[in-house]
Nanobody, 118 residues
Framework: QEQLVESGGGLVQPGGSLRLSCAASGFTLDYYYIGWFRQAPGKEREGILCISSSDVSTYIADSVRGRFTISRDNAQNTAYLQLNSLKPEDTAVYFC???????????WGQGTQVTVSS
């Protein structure tokens, strides 16, 4: 079964850090673009970062530029989202996705909750 599973979310204080994981099964993640999205309560889902299959950064939202980065470990078939300098407005459900481009995703994870609060 082809799927993506996120993990690593939780409650963190403002200024803190988290690393989210996106584990793929049933397909090889390094052939795909990887995107990370988030959806805050009452808001639409927004794309925040995307990297190509060759790990070239293709898109970074202004709201996370300089604070969030994507990486991947092909041996683990897993992608990561490093979240630094977290702010309360970063509170959202975070989703990873994989596909042939940053505008087309074939696989989606179920999401993981990140809450930034003191």
């Amino acid at each position: 079964q082809e799927q993506l599973v996120e993990s690593g979310g939780g409650l963190v204080q403002p200024g803190g850090s988290l690393r989210l994981s996106c584990a793929a099964s049933g397909f090889t993640l390094d052939y795909y673009y990887i995107g990370w999205f988030r959806q805050a309560p009452g808001k639409e889902r927004e794309g925040i970062l995307c990297i190509s299959s060759s790990d070239v950064s293709t898109y970074i939202a202004d709201s996370v530029r300089g604070r969030f980065t994507i990486s991947r470990d092909n041996a683990q078939n897993t992608a990561y989202l490093q979240l630094n300098s977290l702010k309360p407005e970063d509170t959202a459900v975070y989703f990873c996705a994989a596909g042939p481009g940053c505008l087309e995703f074939d696989y989606w994870g179920q999401g993981t909750q990140v809450t930034v609060s003191s």
